[in-house]
C-alpha cells in the first residue's frame, strides 16, 4: 500500500465515531427537549394551582425531575411567550385582583402576605404597574358591588390561598 492510501483511509475512520455521536446526542437532545416540554407544562399548572406563587417551586421541581431549569425556562417561554416569573407575576395579580374584590375583609398587608410578598410596598408596586392603582384604591373602588356581602358579614376566600 501507498503512503497516499493510508492517508485517504485514516479519514474515514476518523469520521465514523463522531457520526455516531452526533446521532446519539441528537437523539439525546430530542428526549431533553420533550422533557422540558412536559416540566415546563407541569410548572405552569404548579403556578396556576397555587394561585401565582413561586413558592411551588420551578427549580425544586426541575431537581426533583432531574431536569435542567434553564432548558426548562427556554421551553416555557417558547411555548407561552413570557418567562416562567413573568407568567407567574400575571397569575399572582389576577388572584390579587379577585382577593380584593372578593374577600373584603382582607386587607392590603394580609393580600400580600397570601400572595407571597414580603414587603407591602413591592406587591402595591407591582398591583399598580398591573392595574394603574395602588390596592388600597382598587378595593374600595370595587367595594361598592360588593357592599351587600360585606353588610351581612359574607366573605368568599379561596381556601386554596388561606391554608398556607
Do not use: W
Not at 7 to 36: H, N
Not at 130 to 159: C, L
Amino acid at each position: 500500500m501507498s503512503p497516499c492510501e493510508n492517508d485517504i483511509q485514516a479519514p474515514k475512520k476518523a469520521c465514523s465515531p463522531p457520526e455516531l455521536l452526533r446521532v446519539g446526542y441528537a437523539t439525546e437532545l430530542e428526549r431533553s427537549e420533550r422533557q422540558s416540554t412536559q416540566v415546563a407544562k407541569r410548572i405552569r399548572q404548579m403556578i396556576d394551582e397555587s394561585g401565582g406563587s413561586l413558592s411551588c417551586g420551578p427549580a425544586k421541581e426541575c431537581r426533583r425531575l432531574q431536569v435542567n431549569l434553564s432548558l426548562v425556562s427556554k421551553q416555557f417561554r417558547k411555548l407561552y411567550h413570557v418567562t416562567i416569573r413573568a407568567y407567574s407575576r400575571q397569575v399572582r395579580m389576577k388572584t390579587a385582583e379577585k382577593l380584593l374584590k372578593d374577600c373584603r375583609r382582607l386587607n392590603v398587608d394580609e393580600t400580600a402576605r397570601m400572595l407571597g410578598y414580603s414587603f407591602t410596598s413591592g406587591f402595591s408596586r407591582c398591583f399598580q404597574k398591573a392595574f394603574g392603582k395602588r390596592p388600597k384604591h382598587y378595593q374600595m373602588q370595587s367595594g361598592t358591588a360588593h357592599s351587600g356581602n360585606h353588610e351581612r358579614g359574607i366573605v368568599d376566600r379561596p381556601h386554596s390561598l388561606l391554608h398556607r
